[in-house]
């Protein structure tokens, strides 16, 4: 006789308890939105899925609600933000629910008394930073996707940008978090203060935790005061992103704390003056922008000097603020300026600033090797290195060379004493490489930490530590 295995509830079923509890906020089910909640442009294969059901909560309510809906259903839920992740770590998982938390983007508070901002985790980093502007305060981290990712996706992915190289990353901004957990309870971890001793320190672990311990429902990050004088921007040419390295790692330690350090190689110069019909490739070699807000004379001094000393072309500085503008946005620019229209992986891996140099020899050893153009920007002054590699549209799985490369690349920079993740976060791109980074007991540690907060594996699974 043959078992019959049927299903204790109905999708339908499970839809209308689900919107019984999201009272605030809505629930999608047409199969257009599932599919542009479900798929970013990232990746379409196995790796995601079609979810159940997308759900833009507009309170703690609808999250506590949505939660309650997964546990009964046993149902996965991936917390998705403004979907920018580069690492397909917000995309729909089969038959999940999709949380997003884009709608609940009101700044709360901004404080110059205390230097800080409360911010509901929809909120435009852009926007925040705007906002504390405003109020002669800004707020420091700023990655490219700066105007159109949220200040929860940041938390979730410790997200970093140019200015982390004096300011730290988002993990060195947040204050306090307050965090609806799988069981429905929201906890509040951190606080006002800029000091704080107290219990285990439970805001840095949710940070970078990518949406698998909890959904972050308010963030208070710190704010900057904008410092006094004109800031100076400027760039240089270097024979090639080796001897930029090793000048990148002499400024970091010469007393001069610049805000920005960031490199671009030929090839990306190339792409750039392309896009934007420039024609800084015409200097060859290297490139590096540089910036420091804080510019009295002797601190522009010292940079010319220390980048003279690696054989630095062609220096130029500037005040002027559309100038700056300007050189900002070429390095916004570079990855649709490298992408055009192609497929593409874009690494991100962090060295001890010491092994830099090194790492940019090999990588361009790699690209030899491979018969692969191998486009290399990145936060150099963090270490912080993008190697991006382009394959052609039609082409859809990556090409057995490219892969070849990464893993060459992801091999060499843990003997070197790197992470294969520097702010981009792990995903689905990347978890595979959690015993390899980690070892062993720390990657048994996260699954233990994951079990605690989420016993059932509801949030966000396959996803960072699986
Ligand atoms: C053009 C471009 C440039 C970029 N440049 C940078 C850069 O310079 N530096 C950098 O670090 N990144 C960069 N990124 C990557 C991306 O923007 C960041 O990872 C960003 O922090 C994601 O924010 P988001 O709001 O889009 O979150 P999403 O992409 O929606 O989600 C990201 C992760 O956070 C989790 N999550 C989302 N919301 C919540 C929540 N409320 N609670 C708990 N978990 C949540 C998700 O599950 C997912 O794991 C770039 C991306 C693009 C497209």
């Known amino acids: 006789m043959l078992l019959t295995v049927f299903s204790a509830f109905s999708n339908e079923q499970i839809i209308e308890f689900l919107k019984q509890q999201v009272t605030d906020g809505n629930v999608f089910t047409d199969p257009e939105t ?8 990232k990746m379409t294969s196995d790796e995601s899925g079609l979810a159940l059901a997308y759900i833009e909560v507009k309170s703690t309510r609808d999250i506590q609600g949505v939660m309650k809906a997964a546990r009964k259903f046993h149902v996965p839920v991936v917390p998705q933000n403004q979907f920018t992740s580069t690492v397909v770590g917000a995309d729909g998982v089969a038959g999940s629910f999709v949380l997003s938390t884009k709608q609940m983007n009101h700044i709360k508070e901004i404080s110059r008394a205390d230097s800080l901002a409360v911010v509901e985790p929809g909120v435009i980093n852009g926007d925040l930073d705007k906002a504390a502007r405003e109020q002669g305060m800004f707020y420091a981290p700023d990655p490219g996707s700066k105007p159109i990712s949220g200040i929860g996706g940041n938390v979730a992915t410790n997200a970093g940008g140019m200015s982390t190289v004096k300011y730290g990353a988002t993990k060195d901004n947040v204050l306090g978090l307050k965090v ?13 203060t800029l000091k704080q001793a107290f219990g285990y320190n439970l805001t840095q672990l949710f940070i970078g935790s990518e949406g698998t311990l909890g959904v972050v429902t308010e ?11 004109t800031p100076t921007m400027g760039i240089a040419f270097f024979d090639d992103m080796t001897k930029l390295a090793e000048a990148v790692a002499e400024i970091r330690i010469s007393g001069v704390y610049p805000t920005m350090l960031e490199a671009l190689d030929n090839a990306t110069i190339e792409a750039l003056d392309k896009y934007e019909g420039t024609h800084y490739s015409s200097n060859s070699g290297a490139m590096l922008i540089f910036k420091v807000d804080n510019s009295i004379p002797e601190v522009v001094d010292k940079l010319k000097e220390l980048m003279n000393q690696y054989g630095a072309v062609n220096v130029t500085v500037t005040t002027d603020s559309k100038e700056q503008a300007d050189l900002e946005k070429l390095r916004r620019d570079m990855l649709p300026a490298i992408f055009a229209g192609q497929n593409h992986i874009m690494e991100d891996m962090a060295m001890p600033l010491s092994k830099l140099a090194t790492m940019m020899d090999y990588i361009h050893q790699v690209g030899v090797q491979k018969h692969l153009k191998i486009y290399v920007a990145g936060h150099a002054g963090d270490g912080n290195v993008h190697p991006t590699i382009v394959w052609p549209k039609e082409q859809k799985e990556a090409p057995q060379d490219v892969v070849e490369a990464l893993q060459l690349m992801f091999h060499e920079t843990l003997k070197l004493g790197g992470t294969i993740s520097g702010e981009h976060a792990v995903g689905t791109m990347k978890n595979q490489w959690n015993n390899e980074e980690l070892g062993e007991d720390v990657d048994q540690i996260q699954h233990q930490i994951k079990s605690l907060f989420d016993p059932m594996q509801l949030l966000n699974p396959k996803r960072k530590i699986n």
């Open 219 to 229: 963030v208070t990050v710190k704010l900057m005061p904008i410092p006094i004088g």
């Open 180 to 192: 609806v957990l799988a069981d429905g309870r929201e906890i509040k971890v951190g606080g006002r």
């Open 34 to 41: 599932l599919k542009k909640q479900s798929f970013s442009s």
